[in-house]
């Protein structure tokens, strides 16, 4: 004769101590008295890790062949100190086969949670594994979209002040300060200009004069210039700030989107350059540049997705620093940005044009100097692959942050 449990009630009695009392029902249609020992008895784990902490005292009901005599159970269960989410665990277990929850049967699951000493009972009912796993995975799917978006608008205030902290103290003690966050996009322009417009004498075979590639290459520079130096920083990102990983509570996750923003304030200053040197060009500016929000959006998702991941993965793989220049360098050559896309291979147009920087930089070109709207099959690619990439990059790092402090 088989067993299941039924009618749970669980109380939570003084700060941590919780009594759960239960009934056993006869599963109709079996027979048979199994070999072993039943008993009822409780396991607790963290609900976080979903590691294992410690096993209950059992209450032993049939030995042998001794009939149950009586339906009604109670155990007596104490939750840890710590502070912390756990879960129970309680289920029937047979000597000979063991506990009857891994074996499909139901089981009574409780979750509570431990602050300041004191526990809150956050729910209980009976499941089964297969439940179970189907509730954790739709949590955790629920998880990957929201968390990104909540960290980052619960911290709004922190990143805000970190990113005003990062870039004025970039230049603190220098003669001009702040400038140079115009200076530094204004240089690096002018620098590649001289080198491909002037010394390679690089031109478009629509517009020959070197205005028409200024324009041209500087288009294609906005949209790199910040996802470079984000990138570029991020794998010493959580180096440089150990002291947060290992001494406070701090929400590192910030950290690559202090990156992200504090180089969207560089491209801020390199757009309003831009689109001075467009109207001492051409006389006026395309409607077609209120196309950029949805260009920007997806540049940011798709670099903070990027940092996420070179931040995490840089803890580990320190050598990840040395290269990352080499990488991005041939990131930058592989996108049309100082030569036309003509000038590609026609076979290997198909695979660089998945590039979401290729997309990018023709999307920037299309607004602003050809006056028509992004191209939309290339844009929904864009917004999807950078969507993808964003909570993606933040699951790697969500992920793999839990071991920062030991490998600092």
């Known amino acids: 004769m088989s067993f299941k449990l039924c009618r749970p009630r669980v109380a939570l009695q003084g700060d941590r101590a919780l009594r759960i009392a239960l009934d056993l029902e006869v599963i109709p249609g079996t027979s048979g008295q199994a070999g072993g020992q039943l008993a009822l008895g409780w396991q607790l784990f963290d609900s976080e890790t979903e590691s294992w902490i410690t096993d209950g005292p059992r209450c032993v009901l049939r030995a042998g062949e001794e009939p149950l005599d009586r339906h009604g159970y109670e155990l007596a269960a104490e939750l840890p100190l710590e502070p912390g989410r756990y879960c129970l665990f309680v289920s029937l277990i047979e000597e000979s086969s063991g506990w009857q929850y891994q074996q499909g049967w139901p089981f009574l699951l409780i979750e509570a949670e431990v602050s300041a000493g004191r526990a809150k009972l956050l729910r209980y009912g009976?499941?089964?594994?297969?439940?179970?796993?189907?509730?954790?995975?739709?949590?955790?799917?629920?998880?990957?979209?929201?968390?990104?978006?909540?960290?980052?608008?619960r911290h709004r205030r922190l990143i805000r002040s970190m990113v005003r902290r990062d870039i004025s103290g970039r230049y603190s003690g220098s003669f001009v300060g702040l400038f140079w966050t115009v200076l530094n996009p204004l240089l690096l322009m002018i620098t590649y200009f001289f080198v491909f417009g002037v010394v390679l004498r690089a031109r478009l075979g629509n517009d020959p004069s070197r205005s028409g590639f200024a324009l041209y290459f500087l288009a294609g520079m906005l949209p790199w210039l910040p996802f470079a130096?984000?990138?570029?920083?991020?794998?010493?990102?959580?180096?440089?700030?150990?002291?947060?990983?290992?001494?406070?509570?701090?929400?590192?996750?910030?950290?690559?989107?202090n990156l992200v923003l504090a180089g969207l304030v560089t491209e801020g200053f390199a757009l309003i350059l831009f689109l001075c040197g467009l109207v001492l060009l051409r006389g006026a500016l395309p409607w077609t540049a209120m196309w950029l929000p949805a260009l920007i959006a997806p540049q940011v998702l798709f670099t903070a997705g990027v940092c996420w991941f070179l931040a995490a993965v840089g803890v580990y793989l320190r050598d990840l620093g040395q290269v990352i220049g080499f990488l991005l360098t041939l990131w930058f050559f592989l996108t049309p940005i100082c030569y036309p896309v003509e000038s590609l291979p026609a076979a290997a147009l198909p695979l660089l044009s998945k590039n979401p920087l290729f997309v990018l930089v023709r999307g920037y070109r299309a607004v602003l100097l050809e006056h028509a709207a992004p191209a939309w099959g290339s844009l929904w690619k864009l917004w999807a692959v950078s969507g993808l990439v964003f909570f993606v990059g933040h699951a790697c790092f969500y992920k793999l942050k839990k071991n920062f402090a030991d490998v600092i």
């Open 126 to 153: 009976l499941v089964t594994r297969a439940q179970l796993r189907r509730q954790r995975w739709l949590r955790a799917l629920g998880r990957f979209f929201s968390y990104p978006l909540v960290c980052i608008w």
């Open 229 to 257: 130096e984000a990138a570029g920083r991020a794998p010493f990102v959580i180096l440089e700030h150990r002291n947060f990983v290992k001494k406070l509570v701090f929400p590192v996750e910030t950290l690559p989107v």
